[in-house]
């Protein structure tokens, strides 16, 4: 049976969603703090409707959970549908648009909120959630293999937890994460205490862009070379610590959301390397791993930011994410390293 695939703006729409809403609230947050009477830290989530910042905070959470399920999803789709380079290929166009989406999502909420305040946010929120049901109920097709092995979601899980490259993928997708996203739950504070207006902070996201095009550009020609993809990531989180270095040294000025742009890079480097080979050895399970696998990295986002908010520095979160990076990506080359060493000792044997 031939297996009909996703179309590819139909695929990028449904990977960006989750990013393009989280983006539109950015600039809302101060108006959030305001009119809650919150403090920064907790001004993060909300919803339309809510007549207090307790049903605000449930009813984002909710909606977050459905953003959530519909990337994991989609990355489940694609991995059904396309296997090797060319699913890498689809991965780099698909961080692209990623990284494009915050800038989409900070120019319109940015515009929402200048205009009327966080209520018209979550307004376009609606709207826009509207649009896609549509679009994926007409047009996404079933991409489940039939006839497949079907392990129970225990075993599944089972496996994944005494899986090393699992613990790998799933820290490194966090922390890359959270050293972007950072950025959209602190920078607003940043600027606002530096007296820069709610407009400004959505136009740096041109910025952030550019920088996750050039990395998706740059890392699909480094896969048409056949660079090996661990040397990718490492080279990308030398730039997350390059960055927060940047940003520590500029943090006092509007202009440290410059260096933030060679986090992007990194994002668009690593990313489509991370998720290209995450789930090589689940082939038979893809949907229950899948899901396994997002529960795992969005643990670590969610966590991640929370704690980024409550310190509120940047810098330290941006520095602490690359860190971190970097020694795991030298921690699973030097584990590579020694076993081929060990195979091809014993091959000699």
């Known amino acids: 049976m031939n297996i009909k695939k996703i179309s590819t703006p139909l695929a990028i729409a449904l990977l960006m969603f989750p990013q393009l809403i989280e983006t539109m609230y950015s600039p809302a947050l101060t108006s959030i703090k305001n009119h809650f009477s919150v403090s920064a830290e907790n001004a993060a989530i909300g919803t339309y409707l809510a007549p207090n910042f307790d049903l605000f905070l449930y009813g984002f959470g909710t909606c977050a959970f459905g953003a959530a399920v519909g990337s994991v999803c989609t990355q489940t789709i694609l991995r059904d549908s396309f296997e090797g380079i060319e699913l890498s290929q689809l991965f780099s166009i698909a961080a692209t648009s990623v990284g494009i989406s915050p800038v989409i999502g900070m120019m319109i909420g940015s515009w929402l909120t200048s205009h009327g305040g966080y209520t018209w946010v979550f307004a376009a929120m609606i709207v826009l959630i509207t649009l896609l049901f549509i679009w994926s109920s007409a047009q996404l097709p079933e991409t489940k293999p039939e006839n497949i092995k079907r392990d129970s979601l225990l075993s599944v899980a089972n496996k994944m937890i005494r899986d090393s490259h699992i613990w790998y ?24 205490q530096l007296g820069a207006s709610v407009k400004f902070f959505g136009y740096t996201g041109f910025v952030l862009a550019i920088g996750s095009v050039l990395g998706s550009m740059i890392n699909m020609k480094l896969i048409h070379y056949k660079l090996n993809g661990d040397l990718i990531v490492l080279i990308a989180m030398i730039l997350m610590v390059i960055s927060g270095i940047g940003v520590y040294l500029l943090q006092h000025t509007i202009w440290f959301f410059i260096p933030m742009a060679l986090v992007s890079v990194a994002f668009g480097l690593t990313l489509p390397n991370l998720f290209s080979t995450a789930l090589t050895n689940y082939r038979n399970h893809l949907g229950s791993a899948g899901a396994l696998l997002g529960l795992s990295y969005y643990l670590i986002i969610g966590f991640g930011l929370d704690f980024a908010a409550s310190i509120g520095n940047l810098a330290i979160t941006l520095l602490t994410c690359g860190s971190c990076c970097l020694v795991l990506v030298c921690i699973k080359h030097f584990m590579t390293k020694l076993a081929q060493s060990r195979n091809a000792k014993i091959a000699t044997d």
């Open 169 to 192: 993928i799933t820290l490194m997708i966090g922390l890359a994460n959270v050293a972007l996203f950072s950025y959209y739950s602190i920078a607003p504070f940043m600027f606002e």
